[in-house]
């Protein structure tokens, strides 16, 4: 079993910062792939970043590339975003993801989620 808990979500202002944690504890492994998702209210979920705890390689969709900024920690038990310059149109609940892969971009992939963590970014 896997559990992954997702922190740092807040209210703030347009043109603010946050970072983004999720921990990750439970049966990981080394080629896990770990995924930041958003689903704003009446929209369907969607990617927003993944790193590859195998070879470190990370993606970032268009909608956030220069803004966003995946990472994780050299233990494997945490993953970060980092988003700087935030809009009114990133709010959104964020969710972490675990999957065994390499770039994965799409829910199916993933195996396990976290419950999300609120980002209300006010204009």
């Known amino acids: 079993q896997v559990r992954l808990v997702e922190s740092g979500g807040r209210l703030v202002q347009a043109g603010g910062s946050l970072r983004l944690s999720c921990a990750a504890s439970?049966?990981?492994?080394?080629?896990?792939?770990m995924g930041w998702f958003r689903q704003a209210p009446g929209k369907e979920r969607e990617f927003v970043a993944c790193?590859?705890?195998?070879?470190?390689?990370?993606a970032v969709a268009d909608s956030v590339k220069g803004r966003f900024t995946i990472s994780s920690d050299n233990a494997k038990t945490a993953v970060y975003l980092q988003m700087n310059s935030l809009k009114p149109e990133d709010t959104a609940v964020y969710y972490c993801?675990?999957?065994?892969?390499?770039?994965?971009?799409?829910?199916?992939?993933?195996?396990?989620w976290g419950q999300g963590t609120q980002v209300t970014v006010s204009s």
């Open positions: 993801a675990a999957g065994v892969g390499l770039t994965m971009t799409t829910t199916y992939e993933y195996d396990y």
């Open positions: 439970g049966r990981t492994f080394s080629s896990f792939t």
């Open positions: 790193i590859s705890w195998s070879d470190g390689s990370t």
